[in-house]
C-alpha cells in the first residue's frame, strides 16, 4: 500500500495570502488527486495531477486559484492563493496506482491539511 | 438533488449493537460501491468496496449494494468503541480506468462503553 505524508498537517493563514500544500508518496504512482473537505460537506474534487501534463481542474475549481504542480511521480503541491475565510478547509491529496488490478489497491488517502483562514 | 445522499448522524449507538450505515444514489452509471472509514484528523482509508450489486463480507463487516432501488449499506456487527468514526461512502463509474469516486457527506458513527 502506499503512504502519502502531507506538509503542512495544519496552518493558520491571513486573508489575501497564499499556501503551498505538499504530498509526497513513498512509491511510484500515476495518478494523483487534490481533494477539500469542508465541515458537513463530502469530499469535493479539486483536480486531477498526472506527471508531465497539465492538472484538470473539476467544475468550479481554477488554475488561478489552486495551481498545481506534479514533477515527478512521488510528488505534488496544490497552491491555495489569494486565500479567504471561505477556503477554510481540510485539503487531502490521494494517489490510485494504476498498476493494481483490485480496485482496493489504488486508492489512498493522506492525511490531510487544516487550513483555517482568518 | 445529490449524486449521492447520505445523512450526516451522528448515529450513537452502545457497545456490542448492529450498526446500518446507508447512501442512496442517483446514477445509474455507478459500478463500484466502496465504503471510506475516516478517523478524526486522519485521512480517509477504504474499508470495503463492491462491484454492482450483491453482498460482500469482512469480518464484522458486511457491505451490501442494491442498484435497482440505488441503495447501499454497510453493516458493521458487534460494533467496538474502536469503529467510532465518520463512514464515507462513495461510488464510481470506472470512466477511462480511472476509479475516480463521488463521495457522500458521511455519517458520524459514535460508539459507546
Known amino acids: 500500500s502506499a503512504v502519502i505524508s502531507q506538509k503542512p498537517s495544519r496552518d493558520i493563514c491571513q486573508r489575501g495570502t497564499s499556501l503551498t500544500i505538499q504530498c509526497q508518496v513513498d512509491?511510484?504512482?500515476?495518478?494523483m488527486f487534490w481533494y477539500r473537505q469542508q465541515p458537513g460537506q463530502s469530499l469535493t474534487l479539486i483536480a486531477t495531477?498526472?506527471?508531465?501534463?497539465?492538472?484538470?481542474?473539476e467544475s468550479g475549481f481554477v488554475i488561478d486559484k489552486f495551481p498545481i504542480s506534479r514533477p515527478n511521480l512521488t510528488f505534488s503541491t496544490l497552491t491555495v492563493s489569494n486565500m479567504s475565510p471561505e477556503d477554510s478547509s481540510i485539503y487531502l491529496c490521494?494517489?490510485?496506482?494504476?498498476?493494481?488490478?483490485?480496485?482496493?489497491?489504488?486508492?489512498?488517502f493522506g492525511p490531510g491539511t487544516r487550513l483555517l483562514v482568518l | 438533488q445529490k449524486e449521492v445522499e447520505q445523512d450526516p448522524g451522528p448515529l450513537s449507538v452502545p457497545e456490542g449493537a448492529i450498526v446500518s450505515l446507508n447512501c442512496t444514489y442517483s446514477n445509474s452509471a455507478f459500478q463500484y460501491f466502496m465504503w471510506y472509514r475516516q478517523y478524526s484528523r486522519k485521512g480517509p482509508e477504504l474499508l470495503m468496496y463492491?462491484?454492482?450489486?450483491g453482498n460482500k463480507e469482512d469480518g464484522r463487516f458486511t457491505a451490501q449494494v442494491d442498484k435497482s432501488s440505488k441503495y447501499i449499506s454497510l453493516f458493521i456487527r458487534d460494533s467496538q468503541p474502536s469503529d467510532s468514526a465518520t463512514y464515507l461512502c462513495a461510488m464510481s463509474s470506472s470512466s477511462g480506468g480511472s476509479y475516480i469516486p463521488t463521495f457522500g457527506r458521511g455519517t458520524s458513527l459514535i460508539v459507546h462503553p
Open positions: 495531477a498526472n506527471q508531465g501534463s497539465e492538472a484538470t481542474y
Open positions: 463492491t462491484y454492482s450489486s
Open positions: 490521494s494517489v490510485e496506482d494504476g498498476g493494481k488490478q483490485a480496485i482496493e489497491e489504488t486508492q489512498y
Open positions: 512509491s511510484q504512482v500515476t495518478m
